[in-house]
């Protein structure tokens, strides 16, 4: 706390600290969206989860149902991206399938953010042989590729929306793990961290109240970038087949059966594998964007 604060008394602190915060918020604001192509991002990124939540709504047929007079035909004015082999609306299935790519990405990516921030914290804040445990089974599941951990997890574990944001969630907290064990280390011996100590806070009360809040700033960038990352692993995981189970409407499932019709209707194929694209270079650029209005630097701070 400054010495100008100290002067104040508890209302004008109060009201300094508000219109502190204020001003934060305007200049994150304005630091992310400085860039156009951030702004851009920003904006598909928002139609595609309003269309995700309004699909019952927009969607201009039941993506499951089956009208086999119609199956394979090219874009039309019926059907604007044509229909699959078992005459199913193709806009309606990625407009459904939007659904299930961001639920996964968004649930994966909390469970691994929730799983190794708690682990990384304890690792870095207990160090000795909790440490080493930790650290080690880290090193044992980073070794192992991505995709063949994951395929190992879904032959255990099985496909669904769930079961695939626990499988990519185990698979990506590894990040979050080394990420804030390198934190922890940093921060725990700070002034008020000690100061803490002294005053006999718990050691959870001091990692809860003191270290997190003070490490939440890499974590959400770390989200953001991961979140594109996470939906294109259930992307290809789909493709293989190993993912969301059929009929549920998914986009690398829907990559995959329109693979055998790339000449007689490539729209089928690479209508969801350009969505699968789009979506993830907004998400990649949006986390560049929070990476950088979180930048003290780039904020004027420094």
């Not at 995700?52 to 019926?78: F, H, M, W």
């Not at 042989?129 to 089974?137: A, H, L, N």
């Not at 961290?193 to 718990?202: C, D, E, V, W």
């Not at 969301?244 to 969801?272: E, Q």
Request: proline share 4%.
């Amino acid at each position: 706390m400054s010495q100008l604060e100290k002067n104040l008394s508890p209302e004008k602190a109060r009201k300094a600290a508000k219109e502190h915060k204020a001003k934060n918020r305007r200049v994150f604001i304005k630091t992310l969206f400085s860039r156009k192509l951030v702004l851009v991002s920003s904006i598909i990124l928002v139609l595609i989860i309003l269309a995700a939540i309004l699909a019952p709504v927009i969607s201009p047929y039941n993506p499951n149902a089956i009208a086999v007079k119609e199956r394979n035909q090219s874009p039309s004015a019926a059907h604007l991206l044509g229909t699959d082999e078992y005459g199913r609306d193709v806009l309606s299935r990625i407009i459904y399938g939007s659904q299930v790519s961001l639920i996964v990405g968004v649930l994966a990516v909390a469970i691994a953010c929730v799983i190794g921030t708690t682990l990384g914290m304890i690792a870095g804040f207990f160090g000795g042989f909790v440490d080493d445990v930790i650290s080690r089974i880290a090193e044992a599941i980073r070794v192992i590729p991505q995709v063949v951990l994951a395929i190992a997890l879904c032959a255990v574990f099985g496909g669904g929306i769930v079961n695939m944001a626990i499988i990519l969630g185990i698979s990506n907290m590894t990040v979050y793990i080394r990420m804030m064990r390198s934190q922890v280390m940093s921060i725990k011996e700070r002034d008020y961290i000690m100061a803490g100590r002294l005053q006999g806070n718990s050691n959870w009360r001091l990692m809860l109240r003191h270290i997190l809040p003070n490490s939440v700033s890499p974590i959400i960038v770390t989200m953001t970038q991961q979140i594109g990352g996470t939906i294109l692993s259930e992307a290809g995981l789909s493709f293989l087949g190993l993912g969301i189970s059929v009929p549920t409407a998914s986009w690398g499932s829907l990559v995959s059966g329109g693979r055998a019709y790339l000449l007689s209707n490539p729209v089928y194929s690479l209508a969801p594998g350009f969505a699968i694209a789009l979506l993830v270079v907004c998400l990649n650029t949006v986390g560049d964007g929070v990476r950088d209005a979180l930048d003290p630097r780039l904020r004027g701070e420094v």
